[in-house]
């Protein structure tokens, strides 16, 4: 099978393109050397390949970044799922595309509630999430045009080579900081009473390598673990790979509600046998270790 994945580079793109590779697919790899908002350049890119498959992970992910460039999201996130659907149907291979979505659509519930499921109702607050809901909409009207389009409402992952930009991957970068002494002894966070479902990268990665299967409905699935974790004993469980026990304050910067957002993969797990293999408690030591190696490297 023939793949081509935009976002190649990315946190995601990186480990799934590895992964790709060493199951046997033939994979094209883009990044930034394709801008994804030039319709006629991604056309053009998609018929020199010809893929069977398009994972389309290129986005401007960050809700942070979205709130101080709507615009500029809308464009990259929409604007780029408008040009690579466009170029499926017109490049003759007629591919399957799995367009990458967030969790963020459902927006948030209070803690206790139960799992989102792909018939929840959608209540994007971000401009992030709001350009997720609308390229979906949008993969949606190209399904009724005959293609095949696999939306995905991933929940959170993390894991090697992720952004601090993240709350997880945000505390493992300082742990590793101050184990190394190269910040003082005094760990920033937001909200510590929020709760998210957290799966590994790999898990995640497994999940779209399945949904690549023609067999398989191009429908919405959640890629999610069904449980959630409040991020204060994800800090904890940190905090006890490590030594050095920094002082918590709290970065006013960083604070939000309390909130929750975990999902129901059971449409996933039923349509794929897809199941998580990989543990939190293994995820978190997988991230401090990668974080202490980026850290040693400076």
Known sequence: MRVFVTGARGFVGGHLVSRLRDEGFEVTATDRDLDVCDRAAVEEKLKQALPNAIIHLAAQSSVAASAVDPEQTHRVNYGGALSVLEGALRCGSRPRVLLIGSADQYGRAVPGSPPFTEDSPLAPTSAYARSKSEAERLGTSFVDAGLEVVRIRAFSHSGPGQSDAFALSSFARQIAEIEAGRRKPVL???????????????????????????????????????????????????????????????????????????????????????????????????????????????
């Open 188 to 298: 920033l966070v937001g909200n510590l009473d929020s709760v998210r479902d957290y799966l590994d990268i790999d898990d995640v990665v497994e999940a779209y390598l399945r949904l690549l299967d023609p067999t398989v409905g191009a429908d919405i699935y959640n890629v999610a673990s069904g449980i959630g974790t409040r991020l204060g004993d994800l800090l904890d469980t940190l905090l006890d790979l490590s030594s050095p026990r920094p002082q918590i304050e709290r970065d006013s910067e960083r604070l939000r509600p309390a909130d929750c957002s975990v999902g129901d993969a059971t449409r996933l797990r039923t349509a794929t046998g897809w199941t998580p293999t990989v543990s939190i408690e293994r995820m978190l030591e997988r991230l401090l270790t990668d974080w202490r190696r980026r850290i040693n490297a400076l």
